[in-house]
T-cell receptor
Framework: DTAVSQTPKYLVTQMGNDKSIKCEQNLGHDTMYWYKQDSKKFLKIMFSYNNKELIINETVPNRFSPKSPDKAHLNLHINSLELGDSAVYFC?????????????FGPGTRLLVL | KNQVEQSPQSLIILEGKNCTLQCNYTVSPFSNLRWYKQDTGRGPVSLTIMTFSENTKSNGRYTATLDADTKQSSLHITASQLSDSASYICPPGGNTPLVFGKGTRLSVIA
C-alpha cells in the first residue's frame, strides 16, 4: 500500500548519459512535485504539476524534463547528465494545488554521476 | 529572501529525555509552517502543519509551537525514543513553494 513510490532507488551512470526516474502516487492527489536534495541536505523544489499541467519550474536547466502522463504519475528525464546532478531526487504529492497542503514524499532516488 | 534557519545543527540526547528544536524563518507572505521528520535514506514524513493563527499543535510525543509575530517555531519531543533519531526540517509556506532549511540532526542514544 505504498503511497508515493519511485524507481529506481539507486542510479549510477556516466557523465553525458540520459536517464529517467519514475514516480507514482496512489493517494488520488492532484498535485505532484520533484525535489532535489544535494550533499548539504537542502531540499529544493524543481517542478510541480497539477492535474498533469506544469505549474512550477524553478530555474532548472532544460536538461531536466518532467512528464506527467496522468495525474498519478510524474516522471523526470535528465539529458546529458553532469557530475553536479548527483543528488537524491524526491517525488512528492499533495491533495490539491497550493502551498497549504501537506506533501507526501517518496523514498527518494539516489543518483550518482561518475 | 525566503530563508529558514534551524538550531541546533545536531543534537545528541539520551533515550527518555526531552528536547526542543528551533526554527526561525523569513517567508513573506506567510500562511503555515510544517515540521517534517526525515529518517536516513528516506523521504520526509509530515509531523505537524500549523497555520499562522495556531500557536501549538501536538502529534503524540511531538508538540510544535508557532509565534508568527517573531517568525519562530519550535518542536518539542517528549520522552525520546531511539526511533526519533532523524533529521527534522521545518519548511514555512505562503504563496510560494516551500523553503527547506538544512534541518536539525537528532541522535537518540541508549
Amino acid at each position: 500500500d505504498t503511497a508515493v513510490s519511485q524507481t529506481p532507488k539507486y542510479l549510477v551512470t556516466q557523465m553525458g548519459n540520459d536517464k529517467s526516474i519514475k514516480c507514482e502516487q496512489n493517494l488520488g492527489h492532484d498535485t505532484m512535485y520533484w525535489y532535489k536534495q544535494d550533499s548539504k541536505k537542502f531540499l529544493k523544489i524543481m517542478f510541480s504539476y497539477n492535474n498533469k499541467e506544469l505549474i512550477i519550474n524553478e530555474t532548472v536547466p532544460n536538461r531536466f524534463s518532467p512528464k506527467s502522463p496522468d495525474k498519478a504519475h510524474l516522471n523526470l528525464h535528465i539529458n546529458s547528465l553532469e557530475l553536479g546532478d548527483s543528488a537524491v531526487y524526491f517525488c512528492a504529492s499533495s491533495p490539491y494545488q497550493g502551498h497549504q497542503e501537506t506533501q507526501y514524499f517518496g523514498p527518494g532516488t539516489r543518483l550518482l554521476v561518475l | 529572501k525566503n530563508q529558514v534557519e534551524q538550531s541546533p545543527q545536531s543534537l545528541i540526547i539520551l533515550e527518555g529525555k526531552n528536547c526542543t528544536l528551533q526554527c526561525n524563518y523569513t517567508v513573506s507572505p506567510f500562511s503555515n509552517l510544517r515540521w517534517y521528520k526525515q529518517d536516513t535514506g528516506r523521504g520526509p514524513v509530515s509531523l505537524t502543519i500549523m497555520t499562522f493563527s495556531e500557536n501549538t499543535k501536538s502529534n503524540g510525543r511531538y508538540t510544535a509551537t508557532l509565534d508568527a509575530d517573531t517568525k519562530q517555531s519550535s518542536l518539542h519531543i517528549t520522552a525520546s525514543q531511539l526511533s526519533d533519531s532523524a533529521s527534522y526540517i521545518c519548511p514555512p509556506g505562503g504563496n510560494t513553494p516551500l523553503v527547506f532549511g538544512k534541518g536539525t540532526r537528532l541522535s537518540v542514544i541508549a
